[in-house]
């Protein structure tokens, strides 16, 4: 399984971003596909995931209301809809896919990541 993610950048406190997960063949039928973020000096935090199955969603309180989880099958893609973005967010951006099979919110339960988008939420 092979995981790209893109679409991180410079955006001002209030705006929105997406992120883009391109994964490769299969891998959405197969895997639960999630996203992390990590801050400087900060652990790696759990943000969201998708079930491969029926496409349930799953958000961290943290950013709930805020971030959308979702995919284009077709495209092999997963995204991440950010709104009202803030500085506290600013981070490195990670997406990964796991097999599903415990609770998807701790990067131990993900077996393949992507390379990490850089987000800087700055006036």
């Known amino acids: 399984v092979q995981l790209q993610a893109s679409g991180g950048g410079l955006v001002q406190p209030g705006g929105s971003l997406r992120l883009s997960c391109a994964a490769s063949?299969?891998?959405?039928?197969?895997?639960?596909i999630g996203w992390f973020r990590q801050a400087p000096g900060k652990e790696r935090e759990w943000l969201s995931y998708?079930?491969?199955?029926?496409?349930?969603?799953y958000y961290a309180d943290s950013i709930k209301g805020r971030f959308t989880i979702s995919r284009d099958n077709a495209k092999n893609t997963v995204y991440l809809d950010m709104n009202n973005l803030k500085p506290e967010d600013t981070a490195v951006f990670y997406c990964?896919?796991?097999?599903?099979?415990?609770?998807?919110?701790?990067?131990?339960?993900?077996?393949?990541w992507g390379q990490g988008t850089q987000v800087t939420v700055s006036s």
């Open positions: 063949e299969d891998a959405l039928r197969y895997y639960a």
């Open positions: 998708m079930s491969r199955g029926n496409g349930g969603t």
């Open positions: 990964a896919a796991g097999p599903e099979i415990t609770t998807m919110r701790h990067p131990s339960d993900y077996s393949h």
